[in-house]
């Protein structure tokens, strides 16, 4: 019956323990609210391990702000394949239509 009794009261502290490092995280949670923000594209938190910037009012966290920046960087690149396509299409309805 000892090693019963010493079995479950090992485990009520294990259960205790885990209560207290639970409201610990939640009380340090609570403190740190203040600094975290939440990315508008991808709702991911902007704390220390994704930092993030706030853009025209809204929070952008540093993945978004790299994805943003690489679209806009082949911008170009996207218009003159636009420009071919519709070039292209041009040339299609012209030769259907003769």
Request: glycine share 6%; with cysteine.
């Amino acid at each position: 019956m000892s090693l019963n009794t010493e079995t479950e009261s090992a485990r009520r502290k294990m259960v205790i323990e885990s209560i207290v490092e639970g409201r610990k995280m939640e009380a340090y949670a609570e403190h740190r609210t203040k600094e975290m923000n939440v990315c508008w594209m991808c709702n991911s938190i902007c704390y220390r391990k994704t930092p993030g910037k706030m853009v025209g009012g809204r929070w952008m966290c540093i993945d978004c702000l790299r994805q943003l920046k690489e679209t806009l960087d082949t911008l170009d690149q996207w218009e003159e394949e636009l420009v071919m396509q519709k070039d292209a299409r041009r040339q299609l309805d012209g030769d259907l239509g003769a």
